[in-house]
Every structure is written in C-alpha cells, then in structure tokens.
C-alpha cells in the first residue's frame, strides 16, 4: 500500500511533496500525493496576523491525519506550529535549501537604494520589522502582500510595489533563482530567518510505527538538531510562528550554533542572542530553550504581549 503524502495545492506545496515522494521511492517505497485546502488558502487577502489563529497553513493537513485519511504530513517548517498536536509528531526533515530572504526589485538592486515614499510587499511580520530596522530614518512603506510566490512576483513586475521580500528557498524551488545576486540576499546574521525557514517538516501519527521507521530512514540528523533548536527557541518564547522572531542554527566544528532575534513591532527595537551547544536532538532543544531565556527581558515580553493581544482582538 502506498504512503499518502498530505499536501497544500500551491506549486511549491506540490514541489516540496514530490521531493518527498523522490526521497520515499528511492528506499523503494510508493507514495501518492493528496491536497489538502488550508484557512491560508482560503484566505488570501487578510493579513497572516489578522488571520489570528496559530497553524493557518498546517491544521487541516494535521487533521487529515488525525483521521486517518492520510499517512505523512509535508510542511514548510516556518509554517508549522510548535505547539505539540496529541497523536502527531515532527518526525524528519531533509536537506535544507538557503534559508535568507531576497530583495526582490525591478527597479533596485538592494533596500538601502529605496527612496522615500517606495512601497515594498510582504507577508510576514519578522521580515517587515527587521526591514524596518535596516532603514531606520526612511519613509518607505512596508505593507502586507499574500498570494503565492508566482502571484507576489506579477504584483512586483506589474509596478504594484517597489520591492518584494521572498525566501530564497522558495525562489529557487520554483525555477526563480535567476532573481537572487549576492546584493540581494538579506541573509544572517544581519537578516535572520523565520525558524526552520527553508527546511521540509515532515509530520506523521505517533502512534504509525511504520511510516515512523520509514522517516527514519530518509531523516537529516544534522538538519533536524538545528531546526528542533530553532523551533525550541521560539516555543519557549511562546511567540508563535507569526510573531517578529528570527532564528538561524548550524553545526560548526561538531557544535550547533544558534542565533536568536526578536523584534519591536515598529522595528525600532532589536534583541539578540548568540549560543552554542550540543548537536544531538536533546541537547539541541535544551539550546533553543537556553537562548530563549537568556533573551527573555521586560522589553522582549512586552513586544510578545503586544504580539498576543492582536491575536486576541482578533478572536482566533
């Protein structure tokens, strides 16, 4: 019997469930793909942080699994809650794309070169507000942009906005790496990435042995102590994955190395942390939870209560 693979319907949802797939059927394992709409899907107008509700483009996936109708998860990690669902677990990842973001412009090569008043497009909180703390003393105008990646870029080429923020990850899955130079990339430690950013979270049952043992099999240990670190980070912040929080983990000389950020809503603030630990699965998640403490000040909890209380106003 094949393994059902649960996936959005965007082209890079697909992209990322067909790479899957390649992974399973190299270890001789048939699969099939199955879509899944998400509330992100359906809603593509609202803002991410309107939309309130943690896991927009993750729940309906995780309850296809809970009810059995299909076997295998395929996130985009970012995009995946780190609270824990009962009965489900992040069991594997596979290799990592580049984790920066991109300045994508027709009419500028990077931020710095955007005159007052330009308009630049994003989705996520965590790249406008670290935008914004790169061009203190602008005025230009960061506003919300949804859509996939191909929807972002027709906005961008038919002069909608000025620039457009994008993970490189994605750019280049889709064939659009011909947008990306080095004066574009918006990359660490300057730019820090959403967490997991660029990386694949595969999720299943806990209680499927056999799709569990199957991940095992196609599972990057060293990919998974980093983004595990990451994604302990920011669930020790209990910020959510739409709060302006960036984290970026690698290994280093048999050491995993974790960079932390928060920000101010208005980006005027930045807080970082710097840490390194273990390389295992345990003492990477005792890491994230050590940088998040460390991290943890009256300013950095206000910037996460203000966070909290929009998505309470919202009632999601």
């Given at each position: 019997?094949?393994?059902?693979?649960?996936?959005?319907?965007?082209?890079?949802?697909?992209?990322?469930?067909?790479?899957?797939?390649?992974?399973?059927?190299?270890?001789?394992?048939?699969?099939?793909?199955?879509?899944?709409?998400?509330?992100?899907?359906?809603?593509?107008?609202?803002?991410?942080?309107?939309?309130?509700?943690?896991?927009?483009?993750?729940?309906?996936?995780?309850?296809?699994?809970?009810?059995?109708?299909?076997?295998?998860?395929?996130?985009?990690?970012?995009?995946?809650?780190?609270?824990?669902?009962?009965?489900?677990?992040?069991?594997?990842?596979?290799?990592?794309?580049?984790?920066?973001?991109?300045?994508?412009?027709?009419?500028?090569?990077?931020?710095?070169?955007?005159?007052?008043?330009?308009?630049?497009?994003?989705?996520?909180?965590?790249?406008?507000?670290?935008?914004?703390?790169?061009?203190?003393?602008?005025?230009?105008?960061?506003?919300?942009?949804?859509?996939?990646?191909?929807?972002?870029?027709?906005?961008?080429?038919?002069?909608?906005?000025?620039?457009?923020?994008?993970?490189?990850?994605?750019?280049?899955?889709?064939?659009?790496?011909?947008?990306?130079?080095?004066?574009?990339?918006?990359?660490?430690?300057?730019?820090?990435?959403?967490?997991?950013?660029?990386?694949?979270?595969?999720?299943?049952?806990?209680?499927?042995?056999?799709?569990?043992?199957?991940?095992?099999?196609?599972?990057?240990?060293?990919?998974?102590?980093?983004?595990?670190?990451?994604?302990?980070?920011?669930?020790?912040?209990?910020?959510?994955?739409?709060?302006?929080?960036?984290?970026?983990?690698?290994?280093?000389?048999?050491?995993?190395?974790?960079d932390g950020r928060i920000l101010s809503l208005d980006g005027?603030?930045?807080?970082?942390?710097?840490?390194?630990?273990g390389s295992d699965a345990g003492a990477a998640r005792r890491?994230?939870?050590?940088?998040?403490?460390?991290?943890?000040?009256?300013?950095?909890?206000?910037?996460?209560?203000?966070?909290?209380r929009i998505r309470e106003r919202n009632g999601k």
């Amino acid at each position: 019997m094949a393994i059902r693979i649960g996936t959005r319907s965007s082209a890079l949802a697909l992209w990322q469930a067909d790479r899957v797939r390649e992974e399973l059927e190299k270890e001789s394992i048939d699969a099939e793909i199955v879509r899944v709409k998400t509330a992100g899907d359906r809603n593509r107008t609202d803002p991410i942080l309107n939309l309130g509700a943690q896991g927009v483009f993750a729940k309906e996936i995780q309850l296809a699994l809970l009810e059995n109708r299909i076997d295998l998860a395929v996130h985009s990690l970012k995009d995946l809650p780190v609270e824990p669902v009962p009965g489900l677990v992040f069991a594997a990842t596979l290799d990592r794309e580049e984790v920066s973001d991109v300045f994508v412009s027709v009419k500028y090569k990077t931020p710095d070169e955007l005159p007052d008043g330009a308009r630049v497009g994003t989705g996520s909180l965590r790249r406008r507000c670290q935008l914004a703390h790169r061009l203190r003393g602008k005025d230009v105008r960061i506003d919300d942009l949804r859509g996939n990646v191909e929807t972002r870029l027709k906005k961008l080429d038919a002069g909608e906005y000025d620039a457009v923020i994008l993970a490189a990850a994605g750019l280049k899955r889709l064939g659009f790496g011909g947008r990306i130079d080095d004066a574009r990339r918006l990359a660490p430690p300057e730019f820090l990435p959403a967490p997991g950013q660029g990386a694949l979270g595969l999720e299943c049952r806990a209680d499927d042995a056999g799709t569990l043992a199957v991940l095992e099999k196609i599972n990057r240990r060293e990919v998974y102590a980093a983004v595990t670190a990451e994604r302990a980070f920011l669930a020790a912040l209990r910020g959510g994955c739409i709060a302006p929080i960036g984290a970026y983990a690698r290994l280093e000389e048999g050491r995993l190395v974790l960079d932390g950020r928060i920000l101010s809503l208005d980006g005027t603030g930045q807080y970082d942390v710097h840490t390194s630990g273990g390389s295992d699965a345990g003492a990477a998640r005792r890491l994230g939870e050590a940088a998040a403490e460390k991290l943890t000040t009256p300013e950095v909890r206000s910037i996460l209560d203000e966070v909290n209380r929009i998505r309470e106003r919202n009632g999601k």
